[in-house]
């Protein structure tokens, strides 16, 4: 309904369509087409005997030449743009440019790395205070991860995101939390009813996983932690992916003794 005539729609997959547009004189009425076709998705959609919901879609555009440009090589840039969009949260378009090539470059290394990094240790931790504006004391400390990979030290921004994708974040979280652990065992030992507590995040991938509490409860088990000594992090948006699986899944971490507590709001 929203195509010029002569222009072909589509399905690649479960929920990826492609629209291919010949003849665009001008890459301006390829973006006005990408706005009127999320424009049309967003109408609220009436499914029978529930309530109305509405979708939106993430929209790559890539625009090339028949006598120089191979479909799957437009594709491919389309793809890329259209991950773009979803990661700046979705429901908008981008054209595909030579820096979001470089981008996906980077995440393909980045993919490749993360298969090996736990393994041949190159992951490490470190701890950020946090302190009592009163009393000025440490009163416990978040868990950070670092990965040394083989082109240097990667900030958490740039390969976290990847991981949470590919779902690797799931063994390098329980790797996280173990080292939580550890170190909340070890303070204990040391300091006793004054150690600090430690503070870990745990994503939205890791509280879907099927054997989180059942993992939890063996770490803290071989370490000798004390759960009330970690605070389980999770952000607003991890929260409210699932909700109510996920509130489950925080009721059992709550009722093993750990503290929750909900972030970036």
Same mark, same amino acid.
């Given at each position: 309904?929203?195509?010029?005539?002569?222009?072909?729609?589509?399905?690649?997959?479960?929920?990826?369509?492609?629209?291919?547009?010949?003849?665009?004189?001008?890459?301006?009425?390829?973006?006005?087409?990408?706005?009127?076709?999320?424009?049309?998705?967003?109408? *609220?959609?009436?499914?029978?005997?529930? $309530? =109305?919901?509405? !979708?939106? /879609?993430?929209?790559?555009? #890539?625009?090339?030449?028949?006598?120089?440009?191979?479909?799957?090589?437009?594709?491919?840039?389309?793809?890329?743009?259209?991950?773009?969009?979803?990661?700046?949260?979705?429901?908008?378009?981008?054209?595909?440019?030579?820096?979001?090539?470089?981008?996906?470059?980077?995440?393909?290394?980045?993919?490749?790395?993360?298969?090996?990094?736990?393994?041949?240790?190159?992951?490490?931790?470190?701890?950020?205070?946090?302190?009592?504006?009163?009393?000025?004391?440490?009163?416990?400390?978040?868990?950070?991860?670092?990965?040394?990979?083989?082109?240097?030290?990667?900030?958490?921004?740039?390969?976290?995101?990847?991981?949470?994708?590919?779902?690797?974040?799931? *063994?390098?979280?329980?790797?996280?939390? $173990? =080292?939580?652990? !550890?170190? /909340?065992?070890?303070?204990? #030992?040391?300091?006793?009813?004054?150690?600090?507590?430690?503070?870990?995040?745990?994503?939205?991938?890791?509280?879907?996983?099927?054997?989180?509490?059942?993992?939890?409860?063996?770490?803290?088990?071989?370490?000798?932690?004390?759960?009330?000594?970690?605070?389980?992090?999770?952000?607003?948006?991890?929260?409210?992916?699932?909700?109510?699986?996920?509130?489950?899944?925080?009721?059992?971490?709550?009722?093993?003794?750990?503290?929750?507590?909900?972030?970036?709001?």
């Amino acid at each position: 309904e929203h195509v010029r005539p002569g222009d072909t729609v589509g399905r690649l997959a479960g929920d990826e369509f492609v629209v291919l547009c010949d003849q665009v004189e001008q890459p301006a009425a390829i973006s006005t087409l990408a706005e009127r076709l999320n424009d049309a998705l967003r109408e *609220p959609v009436e499914i029978v005997g529930e $309530r =109305q919901i509405s !979708v939106s /879609a993430s929209i790559g555009v #890539a625009v090339g030449h028949g006598s120089t440009h191979r479909g799957d090589d437009l594709l491919r840039s389309a793809d890329t743009a259209m991950y773009a969009v979803k990661q700046r949260g979705r429901d908008g378009w981008r054209f595909f440019s030579e820096s979001l090539e470089t981008e996906a470059r980077q995440r393909v290394a980045i993919m490749s790395g993360l298969r090996t990094a736990l393994e041949r240790e190159q992951f490490s931790i470190r701890f950020q205070p946090i302190v009592a504006v009163e009393s000025r004391q440490v009163i416990g400390a978040e868990i950070l991860l670092r990965w040394c990979s083989p082109q240097g030290e990667l900030p958490p921004s740039l390969f976290v995101p990847v991981a949470e994708s590919t779902g690797a974040i799931v *063994p390098i979280g329980a790797w996280v939390f $173990r =080292q939580a652990c !550890v170190a /909340a065992a070890d303070w204990r #030992a040391r300091f006793g009813a004054d150690a600090p507590y430690v503070s870990v995040n745990v994503s939205t991938r890791q509280l879907q996983a099927p054997h989180l509490i059942d993992d939890f409860m063996a770490v803290l088990s071989e370490t000798g932690a004390c759960p009330n000594d970690l605070v389980i992090e999770v952000t607003e948006t991890a929260l409210m992916s699932d909700t109510e699986s996920n509130l489950r899944t925080l009721r059992q971490l709550a009722d093993i003794g750990l503290r929750i507590a909900v972030v970036d709001f």
